[in-house]
Every structure is written in C-alpha cells, then in structure tokens.
RNA sequence: GCCUCCAUGGUCAAGCGGUUAAGACGUUGCCCUCUCAAGGCAAAAUCAUGGGUUCGAUUCCCAUUGGAGGUGCCA
C-alpha cells in the first residue's frame, strides 16, 4: 500500500523567518506538493527562554504571504494536533518513561553546574566531554521513582550504547554512519518537565505520521541518535532530507560594535556566513518591504542550492516548482545568497506584470514624493516599469519631477554629442522659443516640432537634446529623455525650468 | 582537539569515465540611443592540490588543503 506522505516544516519562534527558513519551508512545501501529500505546520516553542513575543504570529504571518499554504498547522487545525509543543507537553514524558522502562533512557540527578565544571574541565584538557552514564549505573530505577517522588529535580537522558555504530538514510546524503562511543547521552526530558528537541521532533515525527524529515545540516551529526530512538521505540524511522545552510558573502565584523574588523593593512576581511538579522541580513519579511515581490524571492530562492534537471529554464512559479522539483537535485554545500541575482529577478519579474499590476505596486511607492493629481502617473509608469528593479528606488528615480535639484553646470557636458555649457546655452535659447510656441503639449507634438526645427541650428540632436533634458530634470539619468521629461512636468513647469536654468548659465 | 558532511569561474550552477566543461547573475567591450534602463552581439573567468584505478579522469578511490555543521537541561 502506498502510504500518504507527510512533510512538515518546524520551525522555532525565535524571531523573523529567515531566508534559509523559507528556503528550507519551500523545499518541505514542495516535497509533499509533488507527492500530493500533506504539508503541516508545527511549532517548536519547548525553549521557553528562547522564544520571542510575537514570533509564532509572524510565522503564520509569512507562510501565508509566501504562497506556502499548509494543511495542517496551529492556526488551521487538523487531525494530528496539537501543534504546537508546549500544548503536547503531556505526551512526552509517558513516551520518555516508556522509554526508560525498555532501558533505552534513564533518569538524572546530575546537576547542571557539576556537569558544566567537568565540561570546562575536559575542553581545558582538550578532550571532547560526554556525560559518564554515572546516574544510569548508580541510581536504580526503584530509586530514582523513590527520589523523584520526594520532589527531587531531574533530567531523563536518553541511553546511547557505549559500543557499535548508528547511522541513518538520508535523501541527498546517502548513508550516514557514526561510532556510538562519540555519541553522548543527551537530555529527552528537562527539568522542567518540557522535552529536548532531541526527544519532540521523534515523538512527534511518528505521531503526527511524517513520512519526510526535512531540516538543515545542523541535525546531520545528530539524526542517528533520533534514528537510535526509534528503534528504541520500535517504530520506523522517517526518510531524511537534510539541507544545506545558505550563507552570505560579508566581512568580518565585531560581535559587540558591529564594525569591520581591519587588517593590519587597514583592509576589510572578507568571510562567508550564515545569514543573520543581527548583521543586517534582509529577512523575509525585510525584502517585502523593499519592494521585492514574493514570487521573484521564492523564485530566486528555490534555485538557490537546487537546480532543476534536464533544463536551463530559470522562471518557476510556485506551480511550476511543484511539478519540476526534484529532491535529487539539491546541492550538498551550503551556498552564498547573492543579493545581485535576486535584484535581477525582481526586474524580471516587475518588468513581466501587466501595466496594470505595474501601476498598482507602484502608485504607494510614487505617491510618497508625487501628487497624482499632478502628475500623469499611468505615464509615467509605462517609462518606470522597465527601468525598475525594486520598488522602494522609485521615490528616488523620481523626486526630480516634484522639485527641481540643485545641479552644477559640469552636468551640462557630455563627451560623446561634445556637449558644454557654452553649447547648453545656446541650445537652450534656441529651443526656449519653439517650446514656448508649442501649446499642444503633448510627447508627440513636442517631439515632431522640436525635431523638425533642430537641423536649422546647426546643432545635433544629442546638443539639444541632452541640455534641455538636463535643464528641466538636473538629472544626469531620468526614466525617459527631454521630451517624456517635458511631458511629465507639464508645460508651465517646464519653461519655468528652462528659463530658471538659462538664467543660471549667464 | 574530536566527530560528520562538503569541494566546477567572483556568485548560482549543468555535468554523472571520452564534452571545444552548458546556462544564468555579475564584470568588460561594441551596437542601438536625447540620458538611464531594456534589447542585440562579443569577451575575460572554473574542474583546490597530490597520489592512485583506468587505454582515458572534472567524473571512481585515498591523502592533503580548504569550507560548513556538530560537540548545550538551544533548536
């Protein structure tokens, strides 16, 4: 029988979702997509010291703006729940003492600070510190029951056989082994009575019936302890998928002032990380507020350590990604988020939006500097889609248009039409009258007008064209030339512009 | 230190024993052009090193080097 696959994304509320987050959701999203399975939300709050006010909330939050909806989860119920840790804690501690009964987890008196000294102890020492089983081979269970009933404060640690190998399948991997004796016997059930997320993800895992365990690399080393537990329990083990970190290309930085670290030449260091709010690094939420569309980032983000077999198409919609995604495909080394790349895909994507869809992401962004009521904005946005990569760059692309800036007459010279100030005058005296004739004043009018009377001066296009454009913008670069530019600023403003800019040249 | 994993241009990557080693971003040059974009054309740039195996290694094996992760009553 074939069974239903399940994937979950599990993430901690920590904080924002980060890109290697939403990459790793995504990756969850699609394997079941693809399978027509279930995808399902869960929260891993047992860190109660850890978690952040709020962060639960901007999970949901950003999962639903990514497009990854999920079929089971907190907010959406289900048949498994709850799901959310803190609300399962009951369940833990039966299967923690279930497992202490079948001699694969004992309890612990240890504390916390004589376990700490005999950690520093061995790292002075150099020596890699596991816990010496001291409590499993001191404290019977009779005994243990006793003290724990007395009100005695206790961890259940898991039992690792001191000899043999464990090991584990993973989907990209292959086959991971590990020596039982570098494993150490960790913590399943804390003293405050919440499970490690050693011991959660594997009770929940089966409970919630997760055929694929997607996560990063981080749990690579540690999945054949879980796979230990498992077979502790008795009960099969899910398929694994562990994915790479992604990184970001940086410099090195001090933890505590944020500033570059310099060499001894004064020079920046370059270091490749993982990607961190606390250095700045753009969340999810983060680029949606710059202006980046959703589906450029999932776009850019879901080739970002996987390529799709067999083509070199580069344009997935989420749809698209559920179809062509292939496990296989992922890349095993972590790789570096390329901020150039996703701008390009942004462009891409902005530039591939109906003029329409244009309008509306960009009428926020414009009206911030503009007034609508001034300015032809649907125009306006015909010459701006091309030309935009990210929304919030519009306000600066195009402030010109509401005030004039100050500019120096150097911008007046260009090398290529051997434009000068000298020139700029003159082109500007010329073209001053012809403008002000014009009363239709529309692109195509001023267009045919003031090309047609160009040969007669003597001058070339570019030496009349460049100045009266510069003139009226004080722009080297403008969304369009001197005539769209004209057109835009209307034309009482764009002969107070010129004569404004002759004045300033006399 | 110990354990695990990884290694193709600056970046993302295709490749799965025989290739002129794809493609994309970025970079540079040219064309187009009233600026900037966009578009078109072109260029530079990669198999970390050393040993094997093989008629033949980017591809398989080992070592070295480099990178990532783990070594928590964090996840």
């Given at each position: 029988m074939n069974q239903e696959v399940r994937t979950r994304f599990a993430p901690?509320?920590?904080?924002?979702?980060?890109l290697g987050g939403l990459r790793t959701a995504l990756y969850t999203y699609l394997l079941a997509k693809k399978h027509g399975g279930k995808f399902i939300l869960r929260i891993e709050d047992t860190d109660q010291e850890r978690e952040v006010p709020g962060a639960v909330e901007l999970i949901y939050k950003s999962m639903r703006q990514a497009g990854l909806a999920y079929d089971?989860?907190?907010?959406?119920?289900?048949?498994?729940?709850?799901?959310?840790?803190?609300?399962?804690?009951?369940?833990?501690p039966k299967y923690a003492w279930d497992l202490v009964e079948r001699g694969g987890a004992y309890c612990c008196f240890c504390t916390k600070e004589e376990l700490d000294e005999q950690r520093r102890e061995a790292e002075a020492k150099g020596e890699?510190?596991?816990y010496n089983k001291k409590c499993l081979h001191n404290v019977p269970l009779a005994?243990?029951?006793?003290?724990?009933a007395a009100g005695e404060p206790y961890v259940i640690r898991q039992n690792v056989p001191t000899e043999g190998k464990a090991g584990f399948d993973d989907l990209l991997y292959g086959h991971v082994e590990v020596d039982c004796s570098t494993l150490d016997d960790n913590v399943l059930i804390k003293a405050d009575g919440l499970p490690t997320y050693n011991f959660a993800n594997v009770v929940d895992d089966h409970l919630m019936a997760i055929t694929h365990v997607t996560r990063g690399t981080e749990y690579l080393s540690s999945a054949p302890k879980y796979n230990l537990l498992y077979e502790a329990f008795g009960w099969q083990p899910p398929l694994y998928l562990h994915l790479p970190a992604v990184m970001v290309e940086?410099?090195?930085?001090?933890?505590?002032?944020?500033q570059p670290i310099l060499d001894e030449n004064g020079n920046t260091q370059p270091v490749v990380r993982k990607l961190s709010k606390r250095y700045g690094d753009p969340s999810f939420e983060d680029l949606l507020e710059q202006g980046y569309l959703k589906e450029a980032i999932i776009n850019f983000i879901a080739l970002l350590g996987w390529a799709p077999k067999g083509t070199n198409e580069e344009f997935f919609s989420l749809d698209d990604l559920v179809r062509v995604f292939d496990e296989s495909g992922v890349n095993k080394s972590p790789s570096i988020f390329n901020m150039e790349k996703l701008t390009w895909f942004n462009a891409e994507y902005i530039r591939r939006m109906t003029p329409d869809a244009y309008r509306v992401a960009a009428t926020p962004w414009l009206s911030r500097v503009l007034d609508p009521a001034r300015t032809d904005f649907a125009r306006l946005c015909e010459l701006l889609q091309g030309r935009t990569e990210v929304f919030s760059q519009l306000p600066g692309m195009v402030d010109f248009l509401a005030e004039m800036p100050e500019f120096s007459p150097d911008l007046y010279v260009n090398k290529k039409s051997k434009t000068t100030?000298?020139?700029?005058?003159?082109?500007?005296?010329f073209v001053q009258p012809?403008?002000?004739e014009i009363t239709d004043w529309t692109e195509?009018?001023?267009?045919?007008?003031?090309?047609?009377?160009?040969?007669?001066s003597g001058m070339k296009n570019g030496q009349v064209l460049w100045p009266l454009r510069i003139a009226i913008t004080g722009r080297a670069a403008t969304p369009g030339g001197a005539f769209e530019m004209a057109y835009l600023l209307g034309r009482e403003e764009t002969l107070r512009r010129l004569q404004k800019a002759i004045d300033d040249l006399a």
């Open positions: 901690s509320p920590t904080g924002y979702l980060h089971e989860g907190p907010d959406v119920g289900g048949d498994y729940g709850p799901y959310i840790q803190t609300q399962r804690r009951d369940i833990y890699t510190w596991k005994e243990a029951k006793r003290r724990i940086s410099v090195l930085m001090d933890k505590t002032t944020r100030p000298e020139i700029a005058k003159q082109a500007l005296l012809i403008l002000k195509g009018t001023l267009h045919d007008i003031v090309m047609a009377a160009i040969p007669a």
